[in-house]
């Protein structure tokens, strides 16, 4: 198996930037994903010399970045609502080049299946002006997967005919909203995977994936529909997967993600432990 880079969500540790950096250097892991949308981190927010002394921070602690988190909260459903989102993922891809990574990795929204749908068309022409610009940086937006099956999505990237828009590939969304195979999932994306999230978790019951992410009717909370675990407590069938990244030549980060839990520096220890066990 690949002795693959382990990453950590700066934001998952619930800490300010510098204690994040330090506990991320504390445990041994390579690098770090970071929020990019608003607060301090935000691309207007940051300065050029403000840049310089993040990245300074992070490589004086062994570590780079692994990509940056761009995702807005909205998707790219909307047309109005779309050059203004557009504009600011082209910011957040500057920040993230100034910080030397090539990813920033983003949702956006749910991919119909019906590619004759209304809003297929609206996000496929989002995309194509994000990946042109992408392209433009040798550089990635990197779409997460869990709100549509890796068949449909892979089907949407076609569709673009370019690399620039890629994928991030979250195997517990997957299992946690679709109920998708995330090791097939590795082979079906297996030309657009450019980052992985390590998060693990369980689906509760079955609903539509636009409920879910709030598209048609409010945000289902988590708990209800699905349930975030630790690493290895969940659905995630990590040998089989990880086996599979290897096997497609995937040689990019496992950045680990906890968005839930009281003690998430606990969690992300664990999960960096269970990680390195897994590829021995």
């Known amino acids: 198996m690949?002795?693959?880079?382990?990453?950590?969500?700066?934001?998952?540790?619930?800490?300010?930037t510098r204690e994040a950096i330090e506990k991320a250097a504390q445990l041994g892991v390579q690098g770090?994903?970071?929020?990019?949308?608003?607060?301090?981190?935000?691309?207007?927010?940051?300065?050029?010399?403000?840049?310089?002394?993040?990245?300074?921070?992070?490589?004086?602690?062994?570590?780079v970045f692994s990509a940056l988190c761009g995702d807005l909260g909205m998707g790219f459903g909307n047309a109005e609502k779309n050059p203004e989102l557009i504009e600011k993922s082209k910011r957040i891809?500057?920040?993230?080049?100034?910080?030397?990574?090539?990813?920033?990795?983003?949702?956006?929204?749910?991919?119909?299946?019906?590619?004759?749908?209304?809003?297929?068309?609206?996000?496929?022409?989002?995309?194509?002006?994000?990946?042109?610009?992408?392209?433009?940086?040798?550089?990635?937006?990197?779409?997460?997967?869990?709100?549509?099956?890796?068949?449909?999505?892979?089907?949407?990237?076609?569709?673009?005919?370019?690399?620039?828009?890629?994928?991030?590939?979250?195997?517990?969304?997957?299992?946690?909203?679709t109920g998708d195979d995330p090791v097939q999932a590795v082979y079906n994306l297996?030309?657009?995977?450019?980052?992985?999230?390590?998060?693990?978790g369980v689906k509760l019951l079955d609903r539509d994936p636009e409920i879910i992410y709030g598209i048609i009717e409010d945000v289902i909370q988590e708990g209800q529909a699905f349930q975030e675990v630790p690493l290895g407590q969940g659905k995630v069938p990590f040998p089989e997967y990880l086996n599979a990244l290897t096997d497609i030549g995937y040689q990019g980060f496992l950045t680990i993600e906890r968005e839930v839990g009281e003690n998430p520096a606990a969690d992300i220890a664990l999960a960096v432990e269970y990680l390195r066990k897994q590829m021995k």
């Open 32 to 63: 770090m994903q970071m929020y990019a949308t608003r607060g301090e981190h935000a691309p207007e927010n940051m300065t050029k010399q403000q840049r310089r002394e993040l990245l300074d921070m992070m490589k004086s602690n062994g570590l």
């Open 190 to 200: 297996k030309d657009y995977i450019v980052h992985t999230h390590a998060k693990d």
């Open 2 to 16: 690949y002795q693959f880079p382990i990453g950590v969500l700066m934001d998952s540790f619930r800490l300010d």
């Open 93 to 177: 891809l500057d920040l993230a080049k100034d910080l030397e990574t090539d990813v920033v990795t983003t949702h956006i929204g749910v991919v119909p299946q019906d590619s004759n749908h209304p809003r297929y068309q609206i996000m496929q022409d989002a995309c194509a002006e994000l990946s042109r610009y992408a392209d433009s940086l040798n550089a990635h937006f990197a779409i997460e997967t869990g709100p549509e099956t890796s068949l449909t999505l892979k089907k949407f990237l076609d569709s673009l005919g370019s690399r620039g828009v890629a994928v991030n590939l979250d195997p517990a969304n997957l299992v946690m909203v």
